[in-house]
Nanobody, 116 residues
């Protein structure tokens, strides 16, 4: 069974940092492109970052560039999203996603709230 499970969300003050994790199982992780998305309250889901297969080159949405770092560990079947200098507008549910046999596979999401 293909499964993605996010963790690491929580409440953080503006300017703070948080690292999200996504554990993958049920497929050959190293051969799949991985992505982070987020859905702010009342808004549509948007792409945050993508990570290629080895060597794991990451690309970022404009709002994430310079503040967020996406990475992957093919030994552990994990991807990560290190988020620094968080802003209130980063408040959202964060999801990891992959494509498996032409179907999108999503995790359940993890809530990130940036507030003082």
């Amino acid at each position: 069974q293909v499964q993605l499970v996010e963790s690491g969300g929580g409440l953080v003050q503006p300017g703070g940092s948080l690292t999200l994790s996504c554990a993958a199982s049920g497929f050959t992780f190293s051969e799949h492109y991985m992505m982070w998305y987020r859905q702010p309250p009342g808004k549509e889901r948007e792409l945050v970052a993508s990570i290629s297969t080895s060597p794991g080159i990451a690309g970022y949405a404009g709002f994430a560039e310079g503040r967020f770092t996406a990475s992957r560990d093919n030994e552990k079947n994990m991807i990560y999203l290190q988020m620094n200098n968080l802003l209130p507008e980063d408040t959202a549910v964060y999801y990891c996603k992959t494509n498996f046999r032409l179907a999108d596979v999503w995790g359940q999401g993890t809530q990130v709230t940036v507030s003082s």
